[in-house]
Nanobody, 122 residues
Framework: QVQLVESGGGLVQAGDSLRLSCAASGRTFIRYAMGWFRQAPGKEREFVAAISVSGDTYYADFVKGRFTVSRDNVKNTVYLQIDSLTPEDTAVYYC????????????????WGQGTQVTVSS
């Protein structure tokens, strides 16, 4: 069992940057690919980015270089750096753990976090 706890969300202004963190419990963190999803009000949850155990990354097309996913296998933590925030980035951001990058991209994670709210004002 892996428990995921996100943090770092909040209310920011357009153009600001944020770094979201997701802390994982347990010693099996290094076995999982990790990913980030988001869900805006009235919209379906969408894939944002993922990182494999070895550090390979994959991003959604809309990211356009503004998002960077990384992981620290010593701290059992995965991060999502978001730059040049826009109001369209307003959403609940969820962390997820899965067997592979592909499984995460296909919305097949094994574990989900509870989410952290990001609100971007114009």
């Amino acid at each position: 069992q892996v428990q995921l706890v996100e943090s770092g969300g909040g209310l920011v202004q357009a153009g600001d940057s944020l770094r979201l963190s997701c802390a994982a419990s347990g010693r099996t963190f290094i076995r999982y690919a990790m990913g980030w999803f988001r869900q805006a009000p009235g919209k379906e949850r969408e894939f944002v980015a993922a990182i494999s155990v070895s550090g390979d990354t994959y991003y959604a097309d809309f990211v356009k270089g503004r998002f960077t996913v990384s992981r620290d296998n010593v701290k059992n933590t995965v991060y999502l750096q978001i730059d040049s925030l826009t109001p369209e980035d307003t959403a609940v951001y969820y962390c997820a753990a899965g067997e592979t990058l592909n499984r995460l991209y296909r919305y097949e994670p094994i574990y989900w976090g509870q989410g952290t709210q990001v609100t971007v004002s114009s």
